[in-house]
């Protein structure tokens, strides 16, 4: 009784903040159905004891009428009107019960949507507004994924929450009613229904767990599936013909999930058997004393028709309500993890006010030091260099000596474990972030590759200017992207992919970098940023670029990374990262008669090109 009592303890902890909660979406994402459902469930709080009482008034009536015919002294005409007065009200009640039946489902069924809707928007806001750094994280993703598939339990318990307030009312309603035929039958009854909801409790509540513990091995068995259906590795999965490792890999894995539920599922089966006969027992009790008392000629048959209902209303009140609690709190764990999610916090701070100063632009790392996560190893160690605008600087190193997280430093996705990055004298940290990032525009060696429009996926890089066709015409044939677009039937309104249009386009590496450029040069920043952005280009693209982009960035700045030393011989100044230090910098000249570094990685590159001329 102890455990029982600790139990609905533990249960009881944390209800009324995630019944508070629910009730908040349930009303912000649409008050109108919130209150009209509301309104409805209150009235036909009332319906079904109308309906018992009226039924049990008709057999009465009926019973009567019988004795009389019986009797020999007939029914008069009164009678038959007062008949058909009772059933004129009953049609009248179950006209109402259906009418506000429908009326409600109706509106529940918007309002799910609606909700279902406005909570996906909350998890999108909330995941824009978060560090790059929890990007980086599983336990980011298994809680993101966690609270999307949750949301849908939002809908279901503030649903929930309805119900369980209707069914207590009407549980307490009838155990006043039965309790005018016997007290502790009544209670019995309502009693009866517990042990089965315990253990269904249970059994959901296990389930549950096992969704809980095993969500990487859900994101696995989701992973594993994708390999087979999406575009990214249809090509291998042919070329190899993966479907069978495939198929053994994920049916290895569903069947491991798969077993764990049968089991816990299994183990609850036979007591929800034996449990579910109770409530019959109490209520079988409760017809036979009734129809003694029948016998016996305390009650009428139109009692006995009144207490039954009344006994079934109990029993179904009761199931209802327990129900009801039990989803509510079977869903409080979820929707914790949903509430949790949300109350995720950046480990950054964006309260910077400063607004950058457009007549300069010197960028300064200073003693900076980085490493992705306490637990890792420092891949930036105590870099110091300054970088101007309208100057040309070249990172340079071999992969994982630091070059892309110095960009994501600067673009401020992380701040620096130490050190200190400054634009114009000025800690970064202090700029208003949304100014501060629209100094640069940036192609990332992992670029983006949109399933939107050719125009769309151009004018992201700032779409206030997305009505301009001449400037988004112009980025194309900048990037030169604008000799592949001009021969799409569409041309700018092509689609890219077939993903949702069977007249879209499937574009080639080399001309999705392009596309990526265009989106690049849409905007027009201080600095531009170009992580690689020849590496998918064919030679003659790659010098075109280059070429083009010193006559018609000549005023502004930009830092480049290129695996080919020979496009940023010609840059102000080159950056050389080794192993998460800055081991040198200077001119492709100084940094040639220096002969380190530098020196070995453009030999090295060199040689390769006397061998193949
Ligand atoms: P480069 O651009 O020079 O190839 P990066 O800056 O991408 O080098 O990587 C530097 C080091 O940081 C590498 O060892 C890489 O594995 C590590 N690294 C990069 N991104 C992350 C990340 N998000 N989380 C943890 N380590 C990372």
């Not at 980011?140 to 119900?163: H, P």
Request: aromatic share 14%.
């Amino acid at each position: 009784m102890k455990k029982l009592f600790n139990k609905f303890k533990s249960d009881f902890r944390g209800l009324f903040p995630t019944i508070l909660f629910c009730l908040k979406i349930s009303f912000k994402s649409s008050k109108k159905y919130f209150l009209i459902s509301n309104f409805i469930s209150l009235v036909s709080i009332f319906v079904p004891f109308l309906n018992i009482y009226l039924f049990s008034r008709l057999i009465q009536a009926l019973s009567t009428a019988f004795l009389n015919v019986n009797n020999g002294n007939g029914n008069s005409m009164e009678e038959l009107n007062s008949f058909l007065m009772l059933v004129l009200f009953l049609f009248g009640v179950s006209l109402l019960s259906k009418v506000l039946d429908n009326v409600q489902q109706y509106v529940n069924g918007m309002h799910r949507e609606v909700m279902q809707n406005y909570s996906n928007v909350v998890i999108m806001e909330k995941c824009a507004g978060l560090d790059v750094a929890f990007f980086d994280s599983s336990t980011f993703y298994n809680e993101m994924g966690d609270a999307t598939r949750n949301s849908i339990y939002i809908v279901n318990t503030s649903f929930s929450i309805i119900d369980l307030i209707r069914s207590l009312i009407q549980l307490l309603v009838a155990l006043v009613y039965l309790s005018s035929f016997n007290l502790l039958l009544a209670l019995l009854l309502a009693v009866s229904v517990i042990p089965h909801l315990i253990y269904q409790k249970k059994q959901l509540f296990a389930l549950y767990n096992i969704q809980r513990d095993n969500m990487e091995l859900s994101r696995r068995i989701a992973y594993t599936s994708n390999v087979a259906q999406s575009r990214q590795y249809i090509n291998e999965v042919k070329l190899y013909n993966l479907f069978p490792f495939i198929f053994e890999k994920y049916s290895r894995l569903w069947n491991n999930l798969f077993r764990k539920k049968q089991k816990a599922s299994f183990k609850y089966t036979g007591l929800l058997v034996i449990t579910s006969i109770l409530p019959g027992i109490v209520n079988s009790v409760i017809i036979y004393n009734l129809g003694a008392g029948v016998f016996r000629g305390g009650y009428t048959v139109g009692d006995f028709s009144y207490y039954n209902g009344v006994a079934e209303k109990v029993m179904a009140s009761m199931f209802s309500f327990i129900y009801a609690y039990g989803q509510i709190s079977d869903n409080k764990n979820r929707i914790q993890n949903f509430v949790k999610f949300l109350d995720w916090r950046n480990q950054m701070k964006y309260e910077g006010t400063v607004l950058p100063d457009p007549a300069r632009f010197v960028l300064e790392f200073r003693n900076v030091s980085f490493r992705y996560d306490e637990a890792l190893p420092f891949v930036l160690k105590n870099v110091s260099f300054v970088i101007e605008s309208p100057d040309k600087t070249a990172l340079v190193g071999v992969n994982g000596s630091g070059k892309s997280t110095v960009i994501k430093l600067l673009l401020r996705f992380y701040d620096p474990t130490e050190g200190i990055i400054l634009l114009n004298g000025i800690d970064i940290r202090d700029y208003v972030i949304e100014d501060y990032r629209k100094l640069f525009s940036t192609m990332f060696q992992d670029y983006s590759k949109y399933a939107y429009t050719v125009a769309e996926s151009v004018v992201l890089s700032d779409y206030e200017l997305q009505g301009d066709g001449v400037w988004i015409a112009s980025a194309l044939e900048r990037s030169g992207a604008a000799g592949f677009v001009s021969k799409f039937k569409c041309g700018v309104n092509t689609h890219l992919t077939r993903q949702f249009d069977k007249e879209g386009v499937e574009l080639s590496g080399g001309e999705w970098q392009k596309m990526a450029l265009a989106r690049t040069f849409f905007h027009e920043p201080e600095m531009f940023i170009l992580d690689e952005p020849s590496a998918s280009l064919d030679a003659e693209s790659e010098d075109e670029l280059f070429r083009k982009f010193e006559e018609l960035y000549a005023d502004k700045g930009a830092i480049l990374v290129s695996h080919r030393l020979s496009n940023i011989t010609a840059v102000n100044k080159i950056l050389v990262l080794d192993n998460g230090e800055l081991v040198e910098s200077g001119t492709h000249r100084e940094l040639v008669r220096k002969n380190g570094k530098y020196a070995h990685l453009f030999n090295l590159q060199a040689e390769k090109y006397e061998v193949r001329a």
